[in-house]
């Protein structure tokens, strides 16, 4: 392990040790958002629509603090005070509790004459699964929903080294805008991703129509 990486990681071992946070695999808090707070003030609504997705609410690990990410103006981060910074700085960032990273979506839009999510070429939600068997992964799950109006697609999957997939889609109903949220994982198969996943995922669609 390289000297830097070495020391980091020691050092957040150090302050989880001091500090009392959460070690490796443990049990998270959680805090309840309306969907409006979580994807943040540069998610763009419809008037009407505003209010409605601000009845909807997820559920995150209560240390998660929002942070733009200053490098990208569409992206920002749910994360540890402890992690952000080194996410923020690095492509393959070392960090202990998982994070959500919620962006416009770079591939997919939504494609309201065909009602489907779609990169408007090749893919869309009804071979999204095909796709993802094709670049390696398993146990592909796409399914959609409807969350008051607002068309979700939910995709989960392995990839080939065994690091999970987790991501959802989700069309505003502003044009074909569709934002985004990926979950990176704490460690592959932990309980605590499990658990993040789980109440996350569970509370937004809790509040399907």
Avoid at 155 to 169: K, L, W
Avoid at 193 to 205: H, I, P
Wanted: proline share 6%.
């Amino acid at each position: 392990m390289p000297t830097r990486r070495l020391v980091l990681v020691c050092a957040l071992a150090m302050a989880d040790a001091v500090c009392g946070r959460p070690a490796l695999g443990s049990e998270p808090e959680f805090q309840t958002l309306p969907l409006t707070a979580f994807l943040g003030p540069k998610v763009k609504w419809a008037r009407t629509d505003e209010a409605t997705a601000f009845s909807v609410r997820v559920e995150i690990p209560a240390l998660y603090v929002r942070t733009d990410d200053p490098w990208n103006i569409d992206e920002s981060l749910w994360a540890a005070d402890a992690d952000r910074n080194n996410i923020l700085a690095s492509e393959s960032p070392v960090h202990r509790y998982g994070f959500f990273r919620i962006q416009v979506s770079p591939q997919f839009r939504y494609d309201r004459a065909r009602s489907v999510f779609s990169d408007f070429r090749w893919t869309d939600e009804g071979n999204m699964a095909e796709a993802l068997r094709a670049q390696g992964m398993t146990d592909v799950t796409v399914r959609r929903h409807t969350i008051r109006g607002f068309p979700i697609l939910v995709v989960e999957a392995a990839q080939s080294h065994g690091q999970p997939v987790r991501r959802a889609y989700i069309a505003t109903n502003v044009s074909s805008t569709v934002v985004l949220v990926e979950y990176a994982p704490q460690a592959p198969g932990s309980a605590w991703d499990q658990t993040v996943w789980a109440r996350f995922k569970n509370s937004l669609l809790g509040s399907s129509d």
